[in-house]
C-alpha cells in the first residue's frame, strides 16, 4: 500500500510539473523582432529611452536598433520608405503629403504634446532683441524667425500662435535652417531675432544666457506635436506592432507617474537620469523641461484633422486626406486591451 501511494504521489509530480499531461499546453514564445527605431535626442522621446533602458521592448522579445537623425523630416522619409520599422517625430506637412500620395504610413501613439502649464516648445528670443524689446509675441511683428523648414512643427506652432493672436505668418521674416542645431547657433550669434525650439535646447540656451523664453507653446494652442508611426512593412506584422505598443504603454506609464504626478522622487530622479543620458544633457536642465506625456500614450486625434486642415489651408499640402486614413489607433487600442 505504502509503495502504491508512493507512486501515486510520483506520478502526480511528474504530471504537475510537465503541466498535468498536457492537456493545457504552454503558449509559444513570441518571435523576436528586430525594430529599427528612427527619432531624435529629445526629451518627449522619454518613453522610448525608458522603455529601452528597463528592458521593456527586451520584456516583449523586441530588440531595438536605434537609429538617430538631425530633423523630423528624414525620419517621416526614412519611416515611409521603410527604412526604419518605427519613426518617433514631430507630425509635419511632408508626412501628411506622404500619405495623401498614398504611402501607407500610420500614425500610433503619443510622443508628446503642448499642453497648458507644461514645458515643450516655446518661442524664445535671443539675447540681443530680447534686450531691445523682444519680449512677448505681440512684439513680434517684422523679426527674423528661425525655424528648421517649412512645413515643420515649428512652422506650424509659429503660424498657429500668430493666427490666436490676431497676426499671420506674413508678419515675420521666416528663416528656414534645415536643423535644430543650425537654429541654436544663429540664435547664439544674434542672426535671428527669434525661434522656436524644444527641451532641453530651450533650457540649454537659457541656462548659458544666449536665449529667453517668451511664451510657451502649450499655454497658447493645444497640439499634439510628435508621435510614432509605423512603416509600410512594419504594419504588416501586428503581433510585432503589439508588442511594441505593450512596452511602449507600460513607458508611457512609468513616465506619467514619475514626471507628472511626481509622487516619488527617487523615481522622478530616475526618470530624468534615464532621459540626459539618452539626450546627452544635464539633469538640471532635463528636470527643468519634462513635457506632458498622456499616460497611456494616446493620441489626440481630433487634432491631427486641425493640423491637416490647417496645412491644407496654408497650401503646404497637395490633394486631400482623410485623417482616419493617417491616424490609426486600433494597434494601441488592442495593446491596452491585452
Not at 14 to 21: E, K, M, R, S, V
Not at 175 to 186: F, T
Not at 266 to 272: G, I
Request: hydrophobic residues 45%.
Amino acid at each position: 500500500m505504502k509503495k502504491l501511494l508512493f507512486l501515486l504521489a510520483a506520478l502526480c509530480l511528474a504530471f504537475a510539473l510537465t503541466g498535468c499531461g498536457g492537456s493545457e499546453k504552454q503558449a509559444p514564445a513570441a518571435a523576436k523582432a528586430q525594430v529599427k527605431l528612427g527619432m531624435l535626442r529629445l526629451t518627449s522621446s522619454a518613453p522610448l529611452f525608458i522603455a529601452m533602458d528597463k528592458g521593456f521592448f527586451a520584456e516583449q522579445n523586441i530588440e531595438i536598433q536605434p537609429e538617430w537623425f538631425d530633423a523630423a523630416h528624414p525620419i517621416a522619409v526614412a519611416t515611409a520608405s521603410s527604412q526604419v520599422d518605427v519613426g518617433a517625430t514631430g507630425i509635419t506637412a511632408s508626412l501628411f503629403n506622404m500619405a495623401a500620395s498614398g504611402q501607407q504610413l500610420a500614425i500610433v501613439a503619443d510622443k508628446g504634446r503642448e499642453e497648458k502649464g507644461f514645458p515643450s516648445s516655446a518661442l524664445v528670443a535671443a539675447a540681443n532683441a530680447y534686450n531691445s524689446g523682444f519680449t512677448s509675441l505681440e512684439s513680434i511683428k517684422g523679426k527674423r524667425i528661425g525655424i528648421t523648414q517649412k512645413g515643420s512643427t515649428f512652422h506650424y506652432m509659429l503660424g498657429r500662435m500668430l493666427e490666436q493672436k490676431g497676426m499671420s505668418l506674413d508678419d515675420v521674416e521666416l528663416v528656414p535652417l534645415g536643423k535644430v542645431s543650425a537654429v541654436m547657433a544663429a540664435l547664439e550669434s544674434n542672426q535671428i531675432d527669434g525661434a522656436i525650439l524644444n527641451e532641453p535646447n530651450i533650457t540649454k540656451m537659457q541656462t548659458a544666457g544666449t536665449a529667453q523664453t517668451i511664451v510657451q507653446v502649450g499655454d497658447i494652442i493645444p497640439y499634439q506635436t510628435s508621435a510614432l508611426f509605423f512603416s509600410p512593412e512594419f504594419m504588416k506584422n501586428e503581433d510585432a506592432n503589439i508588442r511594441f505598443l505593450k512596452a511602449y504603454n507600460k513607458a508611457c506609464h512609468y513616465y506619467y507617474e514619475a514626471a507628472i504626478e511626481k509622487k516619488d522622487p527617487k523615481k522622478l530622479d530616475e526618470v530624468v537620469s534615464i532621459i540626459a543620458k539618452y539626450v546627452k544633457a544635464p539633469a538640471g536642465d532635463i528636470k527643468l523641461g519634462l513635457p506632458y506625456i498622456d499616460r497611456d500614450g494616446k493620441l489626440m486625434a481630433d487634432d491631427i484633422k486641425t493640423q491637416i486642415d490647417w496645412y491644407s489651408s496654408h497650401g503646404m499640402m497637395q490633394g486631400t486626406l482623410d485623417p482616419a486614413k493617417v491616424a490609426n489607433t486600433t494597434l494601441l487600442e488592442k495593446a491596452l486591451a491585452q
